[in-house]
Nanobody
Framework: QVQLVESGGGLVQAGGSLRLSCAAS?????MGWFRQAPGKEREFVAA????????NYADSVKGRFTISKDNAKNTVYLQMNSLKPEDTAVYYC?????????????????WGQGTQVTVSS
């Protein structure tokens, strides 16, 4: 089972930027980012295919967040710009062995421990 380790969370003012990283112990997975705010369900943020040629974003982050990957390093990134207070959440990296990108958290087989992102107004 692939293991995932996130890093890069923190506290930032509204309008600022953060970059999250997720190091994977294996390869050949679809990689996704999800987030969960207190009292809310875990929600899809972004996902990238094995090759990096297919990407999907939640409407709430389109134009502000960018997902990318470095296959040589088995690492996926989430660049978050123009952050808003409503982006505050624990962000999770996840791996899926499905054939195509999926936004459902139930179709991801491995999860990182999560990293807190807090955006102050």
């Amino acid at each position: 089972q692939v293991q995932l380790v996130e890093s890069g969370g923190g506290l930032v003012q509204a309008g600022g930027s953060l970059r999250l990283s997720c190091a994977a112990s294996g390869r050949n997975y679809i990689m996704g980012w999800f987030r969960q705010a207190p009292g809310k369900e875990r929600e899809f943020v972004a996902a990238i295919s094995r090759s990096g040629g297919s990407i999907n974003y939640a409407d709430s982050v389109k134009g502000r967040f960018t997902i990318s990957k470095d296959n040589a390093k088995n690492t996926v990134y989430l660049q978050m710009n123009s952050l808003k207070p409503e982006d505050t959440a624990v962000y999770y990296c996840a791996a899926s062995n499905r054939m195509a990108i999926t936004t459902s958290p139930y179709l991801y087989v491995a999860w990182g421990q999560g990293t807190q992102v807090t955006v102050s107004s």
